[in-house]
Each structure stands twice: as C-alpha cells, then as structure tokens.
C-alpha cells in the first residue's frame, strides 16, 4: 500500500470495511488486485481492527489502495469509505468475499451503456465449508420494475455486488442509517424512494463467504426485526403518497396491524395481503 496525492482520479472506488479479517482479507485484496478493469482505487477502512487486518493490508505495494482507520463502528466506517470514494462510481465489497476477475468490467460496461441505472448489483456463488459447488443466489435480472413493490417481497440487491452512481449519492446525500444488521435494506429502499433505478446482472460476479462469524447468522432475529420495521416505513410512505386517492388503503393497513398486534394474523400475513393490493393496483398507484 502507497500513499499518492497527486493520483488520477478514478473512474470506479471500491469501498470495504474490514474488521479483525486477517483469516480471509488476502483473498479479497487480491481478487480486487486481479481485475480486468484496472482503473479503481480500493478504499478499505479499519473498523477497530485487533488482530494483524491493518498489516495484511500495509503489505501491498500498490497506489491504488488506501487505507482509513475508524473506531470500531461499522456504518461509521461505511460512511466514511463512501465519502471518501472519488471514483463516478462506488463498488461496494466485503473484506470475506472473492471478486470475479470481470466484475468491475462488467457493471462498469452496463453502466456506461445505460446512464439511467443508479444501482448495479449482481448475482452471487455461495461458497464455504459444506456448501456444495454452483449454489448461486439471484432471482430476478434486467432492469428492475417497480423497485419498492419487489423490495417488500424481500431484498434483491446483494449488498456487496453493487455498484452505485456516486453522483446521485452525493446529490440525495445518502448514508448507511443505523439500521442493525440491515442497512443493505434501508439505503435500497430510499434510493427507491428518491426514483433510482435498480438493475440485476444475472452473472454470479461475486464469491459469497458463508462462515458461521457472519452477521446473518449471528444475528438472524434482529436482522428479521429491523427488516421488518423497513417494510412498515415502506408501507407507511407508499400509503402516504396515495392516501389522497386512495384513502381506503391506509384505512386497510390500520385494520391489519391491529390484527397483527393482536395475533390474528402474522407480520408475513399482514405483508402478503397488502403487496396483493399493491401490485394488483400499480399502474394506477404513485410508487415512487
């Protein structure tokens, strides 16, 4: 790692938190350093590390790489990297996960070809002990239709493949919230708010870790709580921007959780009844 102050700016910043990584972060720095698309600077930020993360990292000789140092705090250390980031775009990456070698090749061409996508994102290879070879997550690809209606049915956009119009971060004035275990979710749903456009490479362009250190396992019930809780803003703000027309909605939606907070019916239950009228009504509702 080098330090250079008078560098070109880069046409794509990686940004990746990395705390106590030693185990795998080599693996992560050097698919990044073995992209076909070469013109990125990797911005890892320290998130309070104690083990030897800082070393690994102080060992590579290369420019492109710079590294910031935070308490230990990870949506800080996010948005740290993200304000840092001098790149068009922002590629996020997790200190555990293995880039494809065109990865940044290829969402920078889908970018560039269509200048209306906010948000890049990809499919993923899982991998990891006893995880069978070819187990690929992604459902939908293309450009994604209606963002908020999909993002009630669960998160499509996989945290780490995205690449995002920094542009368009900086003018909305973006941040990672402090929403436990699920601030993929909360920064999607408002970019969806403010009318980005979402689009799913169905390429696995990603190497997915799955180790029982993880967040998701973990924190399984707090992740499912705070994601629930981003549904209801959700619900909230769609209800609300079409309350005017359709009052009989919110009208519906407060029957519901009163149901739910009486155990008559469940959060699933309460969210599968009104994505049936919302996506039954969408070419009439404002969705964003």
């Known amino acids: 790692m080098t330090e250079d102050n008078n560098k070109q700016t880069p046409t794509i910043s990686i940004v990746m938190p990395a705390y106590n990584a030693a185990m795998y972060i080599r693996d992560a720095i050097d698919s990044i350093m073995c992209q076909s698309f070469t013109d990125f600077e990797c911005i890892i930020v320290d998130d309070g590390s104690t083990d030897t993360t800082c070393d690994i990292i102080r060992a590579y000789n290369d420019k492109r790489i710079v590294l910031l140092k935070n308490r230990h705090d990870f949506i800080a250390s996010l948005n740290l990297g993200m304000d840092a980031a001098q790149g068009k775009y922002i590629a996020r990456m997790d200190a555990d996960d293995i880039m494809h070698p065109d990865r940044l090749k290829i969402q920078h061409a889908i970018m560039e070809a269509e200048q209306s996508i906010t948000v890049c994102g990809t499919w993923m290879q899982h991998f990891g002990k006893d995880i069978p070879p070819g187990n690929i997550a992604g459902s939908i690809s293309g450009l994604v ?83 629930e809780q981003i549904l209801l803003e959700t619900l909230n703000w769609l209800l609300d921007r079409n309350k005017d027309n359709y009052p009989e909605f919110e009208e519906c939606f407060n029957v519901l959780i009163k149901l739910q907070e009486k155990e008559l019916i469940s959060f699933s239950g309460m969210l599968q009844i009104l994505q049936k009228i919302l996506i039954t009504n969408k070419n009439k509702l404002e969705l964003a």
């Open 145 to 227: 239709e209606y963002p908020l209606l999909q993002f009630l049915k669960g998160n499509f956009m996989f945290h780490p493949t995205a690449l995002v119009q920094k542009d368009f971060w900086k003018e909305n004035h973006l941040q990672y919230e402090n929403y436990a275990s699920a601030e993929d979710m909360k920064l999607w749903t408002e970019i969806a708010k403010l009318g980005g456009v979402f689009y799913i490479e169905n390429q696995p362009l990603l190497y997915y870790r799955i180790s029982e250190t993880q967040v998701t396992n973990q924190k399984r019930n707090e992740q499912k709580a705070t994601t």
